[in-house]
Nanobody
């Protein structure tokens, strides 16, 4: 089992930046891949970014490429999502996720993620 707790959400103006954090506990942090997903009001949850156990491989949704950056610090058991040049359409609840294995599964359900945090709200005002 993996427990995930997100933090860092809030209200930000369009064009601004926010960094989300996800603190993990339970299994050895470096033993699994992780990711970020989001769900906007009235929409289905969607993939944002994912990262392998070592941080050596990353994936991004087309909508955030060049603006968002995913990273992890295995010594701190924490994953991050740096979000720059934010747009109103980035407004959503952002969820941290963890997989069962070390690698991301791009063609798998939820990119291979099985464990979920409760989410943190990011609101981007225009």
């Amino acid at each position: 089992q993996v427990q995930l707790v997100e933090s860092g959400g809030g209200l930000v103006q369009a064009g601004g930046s926010v960094r989300l954090s996800c603190a993990a506990s339970g299994r050895t942090f470096s033993s699994y891949a992780m990711g970020w997903f989001r769900q906007a009001p009235g929409m289905e949850r969607e993939f944002v970014a994912a990262i392998s156990w070592s941080g050596g491989t990353t994936y991004y949704a087309d909508s955030v490429k060049g603006r968002f950056s995913i990273s992890r610090d295995n010594a701190k058991s924490t994953m991050y999502l740096q979000m720059n040049s934010l747009k109103p359409e980035d407004t959503a609840v952002y969820y941290c996720a963890a997989g069962r294995g070390r690698t991301v599964v791009p063609n798998g359900k939820n990119y291979g993620m099985d464990y979920w945090g409760k989410g943190t709200l990011v609101t981007v005002s225009s």
